[in-house]
């Protein structure tokens, strides 16, 4: 027998359990059954805790033991995780043996896993650690010899005093970072640890006071809920972290909290974060890779059971229109939370938009309905970057990603990591954070520096015809010495790209891009092979080849899933084009992916690339880029045309 969940009601369990039986439920019941038989299939991995690596030397720099933590810690991380599903699974279909592979996971980390260990990261290792474990508690404790349960708290209450210390850690040696997602995961793991251990002063500290939850939520997020920690992924890490809280505020009512409505500073509220990401959703439902991603590129709808829960909660027919898009409902989330019918869906109402605070701008070709579920002849899309620097942001100010025809072409690029931490991977700092996995500008073979606030966006504009956006470095923050501005402007047809660099010196100038492809791209030029500057970024790349450019600029061609892509690039002037391939894994285990940099030597250039679709008929093309004074101030004029019609671009220069 086991006793009451965390957060499941009684009613929700009923529910459930109904549900097994009805055929709409069939493929969520599956996928619950079948991850619990794997467990139970599969002998338990029952992991060693030997932590003489942290014992022989517990005050060494935390940042050289990143390595040693994690993979101390993510074999009892998997022993949780898989707890809880056989718990799950177990309350659903009423079958002991999910129970028994449960209890034997958790009494194994009981009695082995060390919470005396410290790192940066030990706070949020704890807490989910303590997802599991908190719940499996909860279900294990009537059962629980007087021992046995004496044991469970005491590492319970370790886990809870580790996450106090690593909250003042975070507070103290890394206060630059005041809303980090650790914070998150910690109020969220304290306010567990209360509720089954009955401490309220940790549940206090959860929700009221510095570092809680209403101290969090205004901090973390920026613009209309986006998290300010400047990373698409990381936006999840921290939802998922307060949602853990709301839900348990939403299953303990005597805690006398809604943290799902209630408002915070500045008029924050939870739903601002879930709303946020639809604003920012390409066509395809996926969103921009911006900062840390590791390499992960999926729909937004693959994230079901967030919003399995916020439909239940909010009834927001957008989320609804979202998780339709997934296909059918699969979660767990869905089986125990979700509501019974999808009802009406409304897709979310697509516009071009900036985001002020995060240094982001999004235009597109369509809006409203239309913008959503083309796979050809659909929207061009452009995402603009200018993001201020942090912990989890790249240096990818002035970098450009490019949509059409259903499909992402030019894409801030990741190598996947192959360490446990993927944080910490050697590549992460070696490629993935570097401006040369970004479709921006290189000066003088150097790395980007960091930025004290978003870039600004200069002019803007949201026509029916043209979208259109500037948005500049006037201050040489990114390259001393170098001013820089990049207007881009989107239509149905293309996408035009005005990339200016000025300075008082030369310069070498490295415009780059990273086709999104299913091979090699096309480009006709006589490729000699080369060696590329003997430092770090450049020891990652293979097979560097160059090729003299034309004055005329340089076509590239490439395609994905029998559709084609174009980007002509020219800076008005002769100058080389260099070739390589950066690792898709991390240690180079895997295959390559091509790069292009169009090079150039100059005080000051202005490169115009124009993207498109190669589709039947006529090509756009640039007839002309030139830079003119207007009588008040210098402006840069781009002239398209596609052997018929003429398009007229103009951009403030920098």
Known sequence: MLGPSLYLSEDELRRARRRVAEPAWKPAVEALRQAAEAHLAEPADLPPADTSWYDADPDRDYGRTYAHFHDYAAPFMRLSREADTLIRAARVFEHAPYADAALLRMDHLVDRFGFHVRHHDRGLVFARIVDGFAEAYQAFRPGLPAARDARWREQLTAAGEGICESREHWRTVLARMPYNNHLAHHQAGLLKLGLVLGREDWIGTALNGRGSFAYLLPGCITDDGLCYESSTLYHFGTLGALMEAAELTRHHPRLGRDLYRETFGNGRCLKQMFDAPLGLMLPNGELPALGDCYATRSPLWHRASCYEIALAVYGDP?????????????????????????GDA???????????????????????????????????????????????????????????????????VESRAVTTNGFSDPIQEAFNRTIWAHNTVVVDERDQATTPRPLPIIEWRDLPACKAAAMADAHGWLAPGVRMVRGVAVTGAYCLDVFQLDSDAEHTFDWLVHPRADGPAGCDLDWTPIALAGRPVYDCLADPASAPMAAEGVSLTWSQDGRAFRADVSAARAGEVIRASWPVVGDGSGAAREMFMVRVRAARVEFAALYQPVRPGRQWRVQSCRRCFSGEFDEVRVLLTDGTDTHEHVFKAV
Request: proline share 3%.
């Open 346 to 412: 409304a897709a979310p109402p697509a516009r071009s938009r900036v985001w002020i605070e995060h240094g982001y701008a999004l235009l597109t070709s369509r809006d409203g309905d239309d913008y959503w579920g083309h796979d050809a002849d659909g929207p061009t899309v452009a995402v603009l970057a200018g993001d201020v620097s942090g912990v989890h942001h790249h240096r990818d100010s002035l970098s450009l990603q490019v949509f059409a025809d259903g499909r992402l072409w030019t894409e801030d």
């Open 318 to 342: 957008r989320y609804a229109w979202l998780l339709r898009q997934g296909g059918a409902r699969r979660s767990a989330a869905a089986l125990l939370y979700g509501v019974d019918d999808l």
